[in-house]
């Protein structure tokens, strides 16, 4: 009888840790009873609900746009962090902006908030702008914390690049800002796309730094369930969170699935490469003999 080892056992333990409530969770979603605590059978009730309650349909909504929004701009500005502090080695002031770029990762969302209030109310009483707090300073203060994650996945992936790739084309004429988009960009997509999702997921599940910035009628995602959570679990709550770890899941499949076809493709690829190199390698050029007087 095959022994279960104590990693095996811990790793089982650990997925039912995360897994598990978020089970529970969508098979709550279908309870027809108003208590959560409480099963009352099957029912879809809830997310047919959904479609009546324009304020939380309101807040996700809300929500998926600045979360869309916050990952181009993260994307942008940490990609440019990130060639920055890997290609330019020496300028002044290198280590403090290094420090600037990073220090969103190790610093308390709740000192970042308070900051970027501060910001905004003197901005406001200096030149007028921003007039209200809503979508564009929680989509500005999103981007500050998201940049400094995509510009460390970024930069780890710039220093595993082969410079003599760039150079050559260089050598053949091609400007710098060619170089950039058409060689750099696409050597480097997948940790582009790595540092979206995870900008995305950022900004769709920030509760702290959305409460600091945001103010009437810019209520998102996380507020709307946190303000709804203090009063008691709604029903509607658990058929909303459903409905994201499906959307969840069903992107990181379609991601999981292209990525495989393009790396299957590639495999074949070489392999077709080098099987006519060596098919090539075996043929032995036809030896003509003079002809005999």
Not at 99 to 112: F, N, S, Y
Request: glycine share 6%.
């Amino acid at each position: 009888m095959k022994r279960v080892g104590f990693s095996n056992v811990m790793l089982v333990l650990g997925l039912l840790f995360i897994y598990l409530p978020m089970l529970i969770l969508v098979i709550y979603s279908f309870n027809a009873s108003k208590l959560v605590t409480v099963w009352g059978g099957w029912s879809v009730k809830w997310y047919v609900g959904l479609l009546d309650n324009t304020q939380l349909m309101g807040s996700v909504m809300r929500s998926l746009e600045i979360a869309c929004y916050t990952a181009i701009a993260a994307v942008a500005l940490g990609t440019l962090a990130a060639f920055v502090l890997t290609r330019v080695t020496r300028f002044k002031g290198r280590t403090l902006f290094g420090g600037l770029v990073t220090a969103p990762l190790v610093m308390p969302e709740v000192i970042t908030g308070l900051s970027l209030l501060l910001l905004f109310v003197a901005m406001a009483q200096m030149i007028g702008w921003p007039q209200e707090r809503g979508i564009v300073t929680i989509w500005i203060a999103h981007t500050t914390f998201c940049a400094a994650y995509v510009a460390v996945v970024v930069s780890a992936r710039l220093r595993e690049l082969d410079l003599s790739i760039e150079e050559a084309a260089m050598d053949l004429g091609a400007r710098p800002w060619k170089v950039f988009f058409l060689i750099t960009i696409p050597m480097i997509a997948p940790s582009l796309a790595a540092g979206g999702m995870m900008s995305f997921a950022l900004s769709l599940d920030d509760l702290v730094l959305a409460s600091f910035v945001s103010g009437p009628g810019s209520t998102t995602l996380p507020m709307e369930v946190f303000s709804a959570v203090r009063l008691g679990v709604k029903p509607e709550i658990n058929a909303v969170a459903s409905l994201i770890l499906l959307a969840v899941s069903m992107a990181t499949f379609l991601v999981w699935y292209f990525s495989r076809r393009a790396e299957e493709r590639r495999k074949r690829a070489i392999q077709q490469a080098i099987e006519e190199a060596a098919a090539d390698g075996w043929k032995q050029p036809e030896v003509r003999r003079p002809a005999q007087a």
